[in-house]
């Protein structure tokens, strides 16, 4: 067990939905990073929040957006959703800026 | 730009048999390296990691060596279990500005280990 959370462990909804992904970092851990596995690209890094504030953006595309809030957990927002926005969705935390990231169970989201 | 590229797979082994799967980067800076694994069903979890050239990471019996000359860090271990059969990752990471940092992650290798 990492110590960081991700709910919900699934999620199936429709082409054209919203969906909110929720991450708890580890205690103690500032920065929150989004991940995406799928079959045909891997895994892509999408954002990176630190202490409330982006500080890296990956290929993320502009209908997906993210947060962390005070409490230092993190949300990520994909909306207009497509049958290719099916996959699996990491969340990671470190306890530095540029520590190494222990990661999530994972959200698997599936788009019908 | 950086980028990682793991052997291909899927990896079937006997039991006991040494494994060893290779990994080759790019990278503009210095980057730190990683193994993790993703076992079924499962987030990933850190294996083991190297900051500078000739460090070794080491965990549950596997090893592998930060080698700038070859830019590799091949994972190696001596007897394989069943229980070791999973997906391996290599990544690496290069700090950026303001400590902005993403993980870059090679293809993935599947590993089988048969009793």
């Known amino acids: 067990d990492s110590g960081v959370t991700q709910t919900p462990k699934h999620l199936i909804t429709a082409t054209g939905q919203r969906v909110t992904l929720r991450c708890s970092p580890r205690s103690g851990d500032l920065s929150v990073y989004w991940y995406q596995q799928s079959l045909d690209q891997g895994l892509q890094f999408l954002i990176q929040y630190y202490n409330g504030e982006e500080r890296a953006k990956g290929n993320i595309l502009e209908r997906f957006s993210a947060q962390q809030f005070p409490d230092l957990h993190s949300e990520l927002n994909l909306s207009s959703l497509e049958l290719g926005d099916s996959a699996l969705y990491f969340c990671a935390s470190s306890g530095r800026l540029a520590g190494t990231q222990y990661f999530g169970p994972g959200t698997r989201l599936l788009v019908l | 730009g950086d980028s990682v590229t793991q052997m291909e797979g899927p990896v079937t082994l006997s039991e006991e048999a040494f494994l060893t799967i290779n990994c080759t980067y790019t990278?503009?800076?210095?980057?730190?390296l990683f193994w993790y694994v993703q076992y079924p069903g499962e987030g990933l979890q850190l294996l083991l990691k190297a900051t500078k050239a000739d460090d070794k990471g080491s965990n549950k019996g596997f090893e592998a060596t930060y080698r700038k000359e070859t830019t590799s860090f091949h994972l190696e271990k001596g007897s394989v279990q069943v229980s070791d059969s999973a997906v391996y990752f290599c990544a690496l990471t290069i700090p950026g500005i303001q400590g902005a940092q993403k993980l870059v992650f090679g293809q993935g290798t599947r590993l089988t280990i048969n009793p």
């Open positions: 990278a503009t800076g210095y980057p730190s």
